[in-house]
Structure formats: structure tokens, C-alpha cells
């Protein structure tokens, strides 16, 4: 149980244009997905926090007119980058929150999709 | 701000042990988990404290000192596989991801 998918597992698209990306927890629902992203050699960074329904919580530094979130339902978050540029080139990750005591080992635990390594030329 | 540190990187020989020490500076801070990336891969979890003491996990243990900020992951009978890095992260109002460690083991 807990899976949680991404799709495509790799995009290369122009710069200029526009790139979305779903994650599905496949087999349980989240209320809370998250969106990071990680450039070679470095740590997840945490762009967004989606609540389902709701608007996303951005971190400080993260341009929310260009990294659009929609968490339409319990089971689907997506994430645009619009107007994609070189600099956004990067592994995009998300995860789902499963239920305490339920799913997880841990508080509030999180299961990660496999990502997404999107190219921007 | 929020912040945990790792070492950069740790080398091992196969069937040695290593420990990857983890100190964090955070706010609201639940407990700490450990997971395991391999290159091109999503992180996945190995372990969680959310209490002082030592948990474990076949070859893997890990270790919370919440009165001195400080965590470890340490790992006993390295094989080639366990070459990825490892990440601290600590569960405050979100998951906070330590600066990673690199680990390579050699034959």
C-alpha cells in the first residue's frame, strides 16, 4: 500500500513553454501532497505545500505564478511550470501524507513519487 | 532558520560499518526519519525516531538525542548496494531535508 506515482518520469521540452506534471497516491487518499524539487548533487528542496481544495502554500523564494498547483482531488495534485527556462531544469518530486497510525511509520509520514527530471533546452 | 547538516560524503569497504551524524537546528520538531536515494531515484524511507534511543532496522539503526539536536544513521555489514546517499529530515509542520550524504562503498 501507500503508492504514490508521477507522470511523465521525464519531459524535455523547449524553453518558453509549458510543463505538467500529475502525482497520484494510487491506493490511498491525501488531503496534503508536496511538491520539491532537487538539483544535481543536492538536497530536496521543498517548493509547495497542496492541500486538496484549497490554494497551495508556497515557500519563501518559490514564484507561485510559475509553479502552478492544483490539488483538484484526494488523489491528484499537479504542477505547472510555466514559461519553462534552463534554470528550471531539475528533478521534481512529490509525496502524499498518509494517515497517522494508519499508513505510517511515522509522524505524518510521506511517501515519495519516483519524480520527474525535466530538461529544458 | 531551520537546518541540518550532514557530512558531504563517507567512504566504506564492504562488511565495514558507518555512521552519517545528522544536527539540526529546527522549530516544532516531531522527530527524525532517514532515507536512502539512489542516483536518478526517489528517496525511500529507512527508519524514523521520534524518541531519545536507538531504533532497528535489520542492518540499519538509527539514533535521536533530542537534548542535543543530533541523530545518526548507522549502518553495519556494507554491502556494494548500500552506495547512494542518505538523508536526515526532520518532521516540524513539514519535512525538512537534511544536506545529504554521499556514501560509497568499495569492494
Known amino acids: 500500500g501507500a503508492v504514490v506515482s508521477q507522470h511523465p518520469s521525464r519531459v524535455i521540452c523547449k524553453s518558453g513553454t509549458s510543463v505538467k506534471i500529475e502525482c497520484r497516491s494510487l491506493d490511498f487518499q491525501a488531503t496534503t501532497m508536496f511538491w520539491y524539487r532537487q538539483f544535481p548533487k543536492q538536497s530536496l528542496m521543498l517548493m509547495a505545500t497542496s492541500n486538496e481544495g484549497s490554494k497551495a502554500t508556497y515557500e519563501q523564494g518559490v514564484e507561485k505564478d510559475k509553479f502552478l498547483i492544483n490539488h483538484a482531488s484526494l488523489t491528484l495534485s499537479t504542477l505547472t511550470v510555466t514559461s519553462a527556462h534552463p534554470e528550471d531544469s531539475s528533478f521534481y518530486i512529490c509525496?502524499?501524507?498518509?494517515?497517522?497510525?494508519?499508513?505510517?511509520?511515522?509522524?505524518?509520514?510521506?511517501?515519495f513519487g519516483p519524480g520527474t527530471r525535466l530538461t529544458v533546452l | 532558520g531551520q537546518s541540518l547538516e550532514q557530512p558531504s560524503e563517507v567512504t566504506a569497504v564492504e562488511g565495514a560499518i558507518v555512521q552519517i551524524n545528522c544536527t539540526y537546528q529546527t522549530s516544532g520538531f516531531y522527530g527524525l526519519s532517514w532515507y536512502q536515494q539512489h542516483d536518478g531515484g526517489a528517496p525511500t524511507f529507512l527508519s524514523y525516531?521520534?524518541?531519545?534511543g536507538l531504533e532497528e532496522t535489520g542492518r540499519f539503526s538509527s539514533f535521536l538525542s533530542r537534548s542535543d539536536s543530533y541523530g545518526y544513521l548507522l549502518l553495519q555489514e556494507l554491502q556494494m548496494k548500500d552506495s547512494a546517499s542518505y538523508f536526515c529530515a526532520a518532521y516540524t509542520d513539514k519535512l525538512i531535508f537534511g544536506t545529504g550524504t554521499r556514501l560509497q562503498v568499495f569492494p
Open positions: 525516531n521520534a524518541l531519545d
Open positions: 509525496s502524499a501524507e498518509g494517515l497517522a497510525g494508519v499508513l505510517s511509520r511515522a509522524y505524518n509520514e510521506q511517501f
